[in-house]
Nanobody, 127 residues
Framework: QVQLVESGGGLVQPGSSLRLSCAASGFSSDAYAIGWFRQAPGKERERVSCIRPRDGDTNYADSVKGRFTISRDNAKNTVYLQMHSLQPEDTAVYYC????????????????????WGQGTQVTVSS
């Protein structure tokens, strides 16, 4: 059974850093595409980063490029989202998602294309 569990969210001040974790079970995280998404109140769920299976190619939304880094620890079956220079507009519930697809990271489709989801972790950036 595929399960994803996010952790690492919290309340931080602008300019701070956080690292989110997405612990996977029931499958090998390096065999699936893993995406990090976020949803702010009243807004659509958006993808912020994606890591491709096997070769680990990554991509980022323009809004987080240069500030966020996605990575994968195969030994721990965990995917991370390191976030730096956090701003109030980064406030959202952050979700990780998995899909058994080599190509899904390459196109900017809908979040509904992803089949497996974690429960989400809240990130609040406020002074």
């Amino acid at each position: 059974q595929v399960q994803l569990v996010e952790s690492g969210g919290g309340l931080v001040q602008p300019g701070s850093s956080l690292r989110l974790s997405c612990a996977a079970s029931g499958f090998s995280s390096d065999a699936y595409a893993i995406g990090w998404f976020r949803q702010a109140p009243g807004k659509e769920r958006e993808r912020v980063s994606c890591i491709r299976p096997r070769d680990g190619d990554t991509n980022y939304a323009d809004s987080v490029k240069g500030r966020f880094t996605i990575s994968r620890d195969n030994a721990k079956n965990t995917v991370y989202l390191q976030m730096h220079s956090l701003q109030p507009e980064d406030t959202a519930v952050y979700y990780c998602a998995a899909e058994n697809s080599f190509f899904i990271c390459a196109y900017d489709g809908s979040w509904t294309d992803w089949g497996y989801w974690g429960q989400g972790t809240q990130v609040t950036v406020s002074s």
